[in-house]
């Protein structure tokens, strides 16, 4: 069982600051990682598929990096509508969600 | 654009099994290029991978909820259902189907969620 965990856990932020969310993951996944928005009451979104790919329609602020067992998402300038909970997700295998990270406004 | 709806009880009793349907529209459930699968959330809490299916019928589950869990798919209605047996207060959550596509191993259409409560 692969094992997915995040840092923070939450954060607080201001528009138009540099946010970096970390997730791990217990065994090496390669790069079968993706991360999700979730807006309270909402289902998540995906954003970046394949640790690095942005999906459609997803504003180019954000931006994921990494493979192996380390990887990052990044949003280079918060904007009101980013407040939200993260997660990450792995694909490699049995597919397992990080704990998530809270961004929330300073 | 792609659709879909998740249906069901929002209250079952302990002990008893929990059935959920999820409708897709706007595309078609028997493509090769996906899978459909079945996410929850407890309230205040994070995502849980329940499993998936194939238009075949090719299944693969949490190993974690393997042996209470069944995902089934019906074709000519364009859905697929899930059944969660012998179920406790744990198992209270939002309830999300979702569609996994094959080329990105990613989750990239959801639906709305459903909450689901377990009390007597």
């Known amino acids: 069982d692969i094992q997915m965990t995040q840092s923070p856990s939450s954060l607080s932020a201001s528009v138009g600051d540099r946010v970096t969310i970390t997730c791990r993951a217990s065994q090496s996944i390669s790069s079968y990682l993706n991360w999700y928005q979730q807006k309270p009451g909402k289902a998540p979104k995906l954003l970046i598929y394949?640790?690095?790919s942005l999906q459609s329609g997803v504003p180019s602020r954000f931006s994921g990096s990494g493979s192996g067992t380390d990887f990052t998402l990044t949003i280079s300038s918060l904007q009101p509508e980013d407040f939200a909970t993260y997660y990450c997700?792995?694909?490699?295998?049995?597919?397992?969600f990080g704990p998530g990270t809270k961004v929330d406004i300073k | 654009q792609l659709q879909l709806q998740e249906s069901g009880p929002g209250l079952v009793k302990p002990s008893e099994t929990l059935s959920l349907t999820c409708t897709v529209s706007g595309g078609s459930i028997s493509s090769s290029s996906y899978y459909w699968g079945w996410i929850r959330q407890p309230p205040g809490k994070g995502l849980e991978w329940i499993g998936s299916i194939y238009y075949s019928g090719s299944t693969y589950y949490n190993p974690s909820l393997k042996s209470r869990v069944t995902i089934s798919v019906d074709t000519s209605k364009n859905q697929f259902s899930l059944k969660l047996s012998s179920v406790t207060a744990a198992d209270t959550a939002v309830y999300y189907c979702a569609r996994r596509d094959l080329t990105i191993a990613a989750l990239d259409y959801w639906g709305q969620g459903t909450l689901v409560t377990v009390s007597s």
């Open positions: 394949a640790a690095s």
């Open positions: 997700q792995q694909s490699y295998s049995t597919p397992g």
